[in-house]
């Protein structure tokens, strides 16, 4: 029996040595190639590098530098519908049958699971990383206004203020009708940065104080970490005392309601740097930057307040509908005199 095996087996084990003969022929040959092909290499890479250094030329910067500088916005940013008080509440407005029908569904755990795959794979640490050069800023000021048959929409949130911190109430209603700076921020540091936009910028603070009927800033702390948010919330008394009595219905906690693709159109690219936008009356966004202001942008932010001033005072005079001169609060007698003073500071 033995014998049978190693007779059956002898051609197999001959056709495996040929084969592993082959095998060691060929990568003898390949190593051969290799180590002469190396050889020729270095011999150029070594010539190479005396041209370089007998060369009179100085070094030449690499370009990569400059691809970290962000350039102008050039396109509108927001949402393509008119915002509406009730959305993006974060709440979930279906009943028990509802939700029973889409636990089942599918499709709909196709779409959590691509959700849930984009929110893993994206780095935890990306934010802070890009934070090293430009101080995060992801996109200069532009020159001139957003045209305001091409801009898009700020969107609606919902979250409590410093006048009733226990009650939830819609940006919309405040935004609509006036002209708006509004300055949004997660934490501290985008905090920081957006002060340095609104805060010692003295034709800001005059245009504030002149166009207060029409002209109001607004501030919009995004918290969706439950812990974060419980913080601010318990230090609401401090950030109170940091504003006027008239500013704390102006301030705005938001702890839900902000997706990813909402930041996204509003080109909030980075959670950690705070980004500051103008709004016209009908909540479109016709100008916008982030991070720390330079001094360009913040003549460019007080221009575009001039310009939509202008803007504004036409449309009182054509009695556009879109207005609740009630809502302001101001006659427009009053407002036309605010309009031409603000355009007398900031020279448009």
Known sequence: MYQSFYRFRRPYLKVLGETKFVCQFAAHSLVQRRVGSGSTRATTSASAGKEFLTSDQPPTEPESQNDNVPKALSRPIGLASPPMPGENTGLDPRDWRTRRDDFFDYDKHLERRRHLTNQVSKPYFRDWSNMRTQKGKVFMAPSKLLRADKALYF??????????????????????????????????????????????NE????????????????????????????????????????????????????????TDLMRE??????????????????????WACCAEALPEEKRGMVRGIGRLSKEFKKQIEEKDP????????????DIRMSVDEVVSITGV
């Not at 104080?209 to 812990?227: D, S």
Request: aromatic share 10%; proline share 2%; charged share 20%.
């Open 155 to 200: 969107p609606n949130l919902w979250g409590c203020t410093l006048a009733i911190p226990k009650d939830e109430r819609d940006t919309t209603p405040v935004l609509h009708g006036k002209l708006s700076v509004v300055a949004v921020f997660s934490g501290t540091w985008a905090e920081q940065q957006t002060r340095t936009f609104l805060e010692g």
């Open 203 to 258: 034709q800001l603070d005059a245009i504030l104080r002149i166009a207060k009927g029409y002209l109001q800033r607004i501030e919009i702390n995004i918290e969706q970490n439950r812990m974060k948010a419980g913080l601010v919330k318990m230090f609401m008394g401090g950030i109170r005392r940091q504003f006027s009595e008239e500013q704390h219905g102006k301030y705005f906690l938001v702890t839900q309601g902000v």
């Open 265 to 286: 159109q509003m080109g909030m690219f980075n959670s950690q740097i705070g980004y500051v936008y103008l709004l016209d009356s009908e909540c479109r966004v016709r």
């Open 322 to 333: 879109s207005l609740d001169l009630w809502n302001i609060g101001i006659a427009s007698n």
